[in-house]
């Protein structure tokens, strides 16, 4: 098994940054790959990035390329989403996911999830 609890969400003016993290605990972290997903208010959970075991594959949505970044510390047992120039389209609640094997953008093929952190961006 393989809890997972997010932080860092929060209220943000358009163009401005979060970090948001997610502790893993209960199993080997560096055997996980590490997802974030979004789901804003009455639309579908949906992809947003991901980062294999060591870092060597990383995927993003278009809508989020070349402004969030994703990254681990294993050493730290965490995954960590840096979101700049946020928009309010970004506004959702954001789940970290974890899953054995390699990343995909699938969130069926998740095993674990987190409880989410809530993320708004006004205008």
């Known amino acids: 098994q393989v809890q997972l609890v997010e932080s860092g969400g929060g209220p943000v003016q358009a163009g401005g940054s979060l970090r948001l993290s997610c502790a893993a605990s209960?199993?080997?972290?560096?055997?996980?790959?590490m997802g974030w997903f979004r789901q804003a208010l009455g639309k579908e959970r949906e992809f947003v990035a991901a980062i294999t075991w060591n870092g060597g594959t990383l995927l993003y949505a278009d809508s989020v390329k070349g402004r969030f970044t994703i990254s681990r510390d294993n050493a730290k047992n965490t995954v960590y989403l840096q979101m700049n120039s946020l928009k309010p389209e970004d506004t959702a609640v954001y789940y970290c996911?974890?899953?054995?094997?390699?990343?995909?953008?699938?969130?069926?093929?998740?095993?674990?999830w987190g409880q989410g952190t809530q993320v708004t961006v006004s205008s």
């Open positions: 209960g199993r080997t972290f560096n055997t996980l790959s």
């Open positions: 996911a974890a899953r054995s094997g390699g990343v995909y953008v699938t969130r069926g093929v998740y095993n674990y």
